[in-house]
Each structure stands twice: as structure tokens, then as C-alpha cells.
């Protein structure tokens, strides 16, 4: 008997915290319903780059990354920072967090800090100084982005708030996050990419872990410090998707329901993204890429979640 017991007790702990079968992706119109839920808007762009824009229930708003400034020539900063924003008449932004210093996560924030018809609570990030990034990544190029963001967020007098490792950011309605790790500083490859800011937002029952460009380094010491309490309902994938991030080991130990990914088309076609989403596919969890639902967001009212393209009239 004691031996069934145990067997019982450890199939129960393989089960999601949250359980239930994974939405699918329908589309409505921005209603009171959905305005008094949790609103993770994902944005959608045709390379690399993150954004996410988190809306609480009380209307409190985060920026998590803004994705490319200019790149090819092309401002991405207008066409999909600043359109997200518009699509939800946006003129506050209680908060910006920066995951690291990339200029595909953070090259359009110095674009938003010079709009003075935006005004920014504060601005947080781990601060990564230029020369660990050069020493780990001799290639590094996005000093100037980093030093325009500190002369941007001191001549408005914007709060630059410097995250560690245990800290809890507030969202609003009772929604928290906590930091889980600011980097892997013996990481060997990807250097900057594993110096990411990694936190678990929860709401309710609703969790999501938040990954940068968190690479195996890093994988390797939150599995070595938390283990299966990184356990969440959604995972956003770490790298968009593609090599060299989001390890066998660590999608059993976060056991995610729901994993997406900022990842353009042309990645999911070339090796590098196919090798991740057959490891994503093998673990039994449902992947949903930017570039199959630009418009995405993740609906959550703290017990059950869905998955909408939201048209905001």
C-alpha cells in the first residue's frame, strides 16, 4: 500500500499546477470582460526581436522589451513598438524592463523615452557593464544604446532601477514577478545572451516565466538552484526560438502548458528553430510562434487562460 501511495504521489507531481487543455487562438473585440483580465500582448516582428506588453486588470502597463530600433534601414520601432501601443492608446507606461543589453530587445526603448506624449514610470533593468559584456562577447556593439537609455532616463528624470536577484516587480491587481536570475557570468558562449533577466510573473493560479535570451549557462543554474519551482504555465521561449537555449532538461522542469515564442517565419524553417521545436513538441506542450498570430495575446483572469487576437475599436 505504501509503496501505491508513493507511486500516486509522484504521478500527481508531474501534473501542471495549472491544468486543462491548452486554448486555441480565437478573435474578439476588445471588451469589459477582457479589460478586467490579465492582458500579455506579444509582439510580432519579421527578425529577431522581443516585446511584450503586459496589461493588468487595473490598467497598470509594462513593457517588457521593445524589440529593434533601426535595422536594415527599416524603424521597427514605428512600425511595431509604437503601433502596439496605439492599438491600445497608450500614453503611460507604468513600467519598462529591459531583459539585456541587445538591441533586438532593447534597440527601440531610447526611440520611446524621446516621445514626450508618453510619459514612463520607471525604467528597470541588471545593469551589465560594457566592459564584462566586451570581455565575455568582444563583438558587443550596443554600448551607445545602453548609454543613451541612462542620458534619456536622467534628463526626464525617469527612475533607472537596477534589479537583483530575489527582488519582486509589482504589475498591478496584485500581480508580482519574481527575479529569478540577472545572468551566468562563467557562461562561455552567448555571453550577453545569459546574462538575462529571468522572472516568473503569477497572478492567481497563472504563471509565466520570462526568459531574455536565456542560453543553456544559464538554463543549467536556475535548474541547479530552483529545480522543478520553475515549474509555470506558459514558458516564452527563450533565444526566438532558435539554438543554443530551451534545453530538455529545463522544459521538464518548467512543464509548461503553453510555450510561445517571438520568432519570425524564416527561423522556424532553418535548423537551428526546427532542432527547438521538436524538443518543444517531444515534451507535449503546445508552441505558438509571433509570426503564425502577430496579434496575440495571453488572457488570464487568474484561474483559467486563453489565447486572443484582441481588435481594440
Not at 522589451?65 to 500614453?91: T, W
Not at 554600448?143 to 504589475?171: M, S, V, W
Not at 536556475?222 to 521561449?237: A, F, I, N, P
Amino acid at each position: 500500500m505504501k509503496k501505491f501511495f508513493l507511486m500516486i504521489t509522484a504521478a500527481l507531481s508531474m501534473v501542471p499546477a495549472f491544468a486543462g487543455a491548452v486554448p486555441q487562438v480565437t478573435k474578439k473585440n476588445f471588451t469589459p470582460e477582457l479589460r478586467s483580465c490579465l492582458r500579455i500582448r506579444q509582439g510580432a516582428f519579421d527578425t529577431v526581436s522581443d516585446l511584450y506588453l503586459v496589461t493588468a486588470p487595473d490598467g497598470t502597463q509594462t513593457l517588457i522589451d521593445g524589440g529593434l530600433g533601426i535595422h536594415r534601414n527599416r524603424p521597427y520601432y514605428k512600425n511595431v513598438l509604437f503601433k502596439v501601443l496605439q492599438e491600445q492608446k497608450i500614453s503611460h507606461l507604468d513600467q519598462i524592463i529591459i531583459t539585456h543589453p541587445h538591441s533586438d530587445h532593447f534597440g527601440s526603448i531610447p526611440f520611446l523615452l524621446k516621445r514626450q506624449d508618453i510619459s514612463v514610470g520607471k525604467v528597470c533593468w541588471a545593469y551589465l557593464p560594457p566592459e564584462v559584456a566586451q570581455a565575455g562577447e568582444p563583438k558587443w556593439q550596443d554600448k551607445p544604446i545602453q548609454d543613451e537609455i541612462i542620458k534619456l532616463c536622467r534628463e526626464r528624470k525617469i527612475p533607472l532601477i537596477e534589479l537583483k536577484k530575489g527582488d519582486t516587480l509589482a504589475f498591478g491587481s496584485g500581480i508580482t514577478a519574481k527575479i529569478l536570475s540577472t545572468g551566468a557570468r562563467s557562461a562561455k558562449h552567448n555571453f550577453v545572451n545569459n546574462q538575462s533577466l529571468v522572472f516568473q510573473l503569477r497572478y492567481g493560479k497563472f504563471t509565466m516565466l520570462f526568459t531574455g535570451d536565456c542560453g543553456f549557462a544559464q538554463e543549467h543554474e536556475l535548474l541547479k538552484e530552483y529545480g522543478d519551482s520553475l515549474r509555470s504555465t506558459v514558458l516564452k521561449c527563450a533565444h526566438h526560438g532558435g539554438s543554443g537555449s530551451t534545453g530538455a532538461k529545463f522544459l521538464a522542469a518548467v512543464a509548461p502548458q503553453l510555450i510561445t515564442s517571438p520568432m519570425p517565419k524564416w527561423l522556424s524553417g532553418r535548423r537551428q528553430g526546427q532542432e527547438v521545436e521538436a524538443r518543444i513538441r517531444s515534451n507535449g506542450a503546445q508552441f505558438i510562434r509571433s509570426w503564425e498570430y502577430p496579434r496575440l495575446s495571453i488572457v488570464s483572469d487568474g484561474e483559467t487562460f486563453e489565447l486572443v487576437e484582441i481588435t481594440y475599436l
